[in-house]
T-cell receptor
C-alpha cells in the first residue's frame, strides 16, 4: 500500500526542547517538502529536497532543520530557536521536482508547545 | 519573492449556489495546481493547468488559467455539502522547483 506517512499525528513539546517529525514515503519519489499550516495563512514552505543528500530552504526555514540521507525519508526537526512552533505540519512528495508534477501529502502532525 | 495571492479568504453559500475562488501571481507562472483540504484532513490534488487560457472541467468544477498565465480560478456550480473544505491554488515558476501555495479559500455550505 503506497503512500506518504507522517508520525506522530499529535505531538506535545515543552518549550525549549527540540522535536523531530517523521516523514516516510514508499512512492519512490525524488522530491519531498515540508509545509507549515496556520489558520488563515495557508501552507508555507519550510524546506524542500529535490534528491537524496540535497535540500533547500523554503520561505520560513528559520528554527527548523532537515536531513535527506535516504530517498524515502525526510525528517524535520523543530528546534528551540523556532519562536512559535505550535502549528500543523504537512509533509509532501512528488515524483520529481520538475514543473508538471503533483504533490502527495501525508496526514500531518499537529505540534503543540506546552 | 514568488507569491500567490488567493481570494476570498472565506465564502459561505447556500446549498445550490455557485462558488468561485481566485488566484493571482505578480509574475508569469509555469503552471498552477489546485488542491482541496477537507476539515481535519490533508490537501488532495485536484488538477493542474499548464497552457495559457486553459479551461478544464471536473463534473461541477471548472478550472481556468489566464491568458497571461498570472491568474487562475476555480468555479463550483450548484454547491453541495460535500464541497465544504479549503481550496488552495499552488503555483510553480519556470526557474525553481518550489511549489508555493496561496492562503486558501474556506468554503462553507449551508443546507
Amino acid at each position: 500500500d503506497g503512500g506518504i506517512t507522517q508520525s506522530p499525528k499529535y505531538l506535545f513539546r515543552k518549550e525549549g526542547q527540540n522535536v523531530t517529525l517523521s516523514c516516510e514515503q514508499n512512492l519512490n519519489h525524488d522530491a519531498m517538502y515540508w509545509y507549515r499550516q496556520d489558520p488563515g495563512q495557508g501552507l508555507r514552505l519550510i524546506y524542500y529536497s529535490q534528491i537524496v543528500n540535497d535540500f533547500q530552504k523554503g520561505d520560513i526555514a528559520e528554527g527548523y532543520s532537515v536531513s535527506r540521507e535516504k530517498k524515502e525519508s525526510f525528517p524535520l526537526t523543530v528546534t528551540s530557536a523556532q519562536k512559535n512552533p505550535t502549528a500543523f505540519y504537512l509533509c509532501a512528495s512528488s515524483i520529481r521536482a520538475g514543473l508538471n508534477t503533483e504533490a502527495f501529502f501525508g496526514q500531518g502532525t499537529r505540534l503543540t508547545v506546552v | 519573492g514568488q507569491q500567490v495571492m488567493q481570494i476570498p479568504q472565506y465564502q459561505h453559500v447556500q446549498e445550490g449556489e455557485d462558488f468561485t475562488t481566485y488566484c493571482n501571481s505578480s509574475t508569469t507562472l509555469s503552471n498552477i495546481q489546485w488542491y482541496k483540504q477537507r476539515p481535519g484532513g490533508h490537501p488532495v490534488f485536484l488538477i493542474q493547468l499548464v497552457k495559457s487560457g486553459e479551461v478544464k472541467k471536473q463534473k461541477r468544477l471548472t478550472f481556468q488559467f489566464g491568458e497571461a498565465k498570472k491568474n487562475s480560478s476555480l468555479h463550483i456550480t450548484a454547491t453541495q455539502t460535500t464541497d465544504v473544505g479549503t481550496y488552495f491554488c499552488a503555483g510553480k515558476w519556470e526557474y525553481g522547483n518550489k511549489l508555493v501555495f496561496g492562503a486558501g479559500t474556506i468554503l462553507r455550505v449551508k443546507s
